[in-house]
């Protein structure tokens, strides 16, 4: 499928909305998806390292665009491919192969490899019960994110030493980020003083056990995403009240379940593909 995505993806570069785009891509959407780009181009400089920007492409980091205003779970996959394939081959400097391949590298079907993941998880849930605590009650974060210690995402507010960039949901596909954004200093700033200040503490324990990001999924669910690229992540979903998803169903963020393991009662483990 990736392999697909990439020979399509330059038309979103190229070209205005015709019959071959997917039924999610009007004009609209076309628009607001080449003004994030000029967008990416300003913000990372041009390098010819190989990987360089890899980092920025891990769950909810700086180019791992979430459409939040699309509902099909079918075109929030596909998008994630889509969106790997547009700035994965803009910014990794990888040939198409190279690049079709990279995702899989999230991948674990042996049973080794998933109980080594699952020990990782238990011992993050074990040494980090307060602060996990802390952002499940705490009603003004929704998505905490971690590149560096001091590089850092609190709900749509990118954090790094030289300020702050908040995005706001485009206006069609509700791209996050997006072109729409405002730059502050965190002297400027004291409600984002705040949230990073009250999650210092967890952001240390994800650096710890190299955690993604997080995410709430409702009041009172967490998605604990430990790694991953395009529409392939690995992780557990804790204080889950429902019934235990099956491979083929969907997570919040519309990734399809690959592999999932009970783990607890209202906790299990999974891959998504």
Known sequence: MMRTV?????????????????????EDINNEYKELLRHADNMLPKTDKQLAYLPSFFPFSLLDIRP???????DLQAFANFN???????????????LSNLPSISICKKSKCKQQRIELIKQFLAGSKSEIQMLRQNKNLYIVQQ???????????????????????SKQAGFVPSGDFKLSKLDEAPNMLTLSEATYALREQMAKYNVAA??????ESLNIIFGGIAD????????????????????????????????????FYYQTN
């Open 6 to 26: 990439l020979l399509f993806c330059t038309l979103i570069i190229t070209t205005s909305v015709n019959a071959s785009m997917p039924s999610y891509f009007n």
């Open 147 to 169: 590149t560096e210690l001091h590089v850092f995402r609190i709900n749509n507010t990118f954090y790094s030493p030289a300020g702050l960039i908040t995005y706001y949901p």
């Open 84 to 98: 790997f394939g547009v700035l994965g081959s803009r910014f990794l400097n990888f040939n198409q192969k190279q």
């Open 214 to 219: 997080i995410t709430k999924v409702n009041k």
């Open 232 to 267: 392939n992540h690995w992780g557990i979903v804790i204080n889950h009240n429902s019934t235990i998803p099956t491979s083929g169903d969907y997570s919040h963020i519309g990734l399809k379940y690959d592999v999932v393991q009970k783990v607890s009662d209202n906790s």
């Open 68 to 74: 939040t205003k699309l509902v099909n779970n079918d």
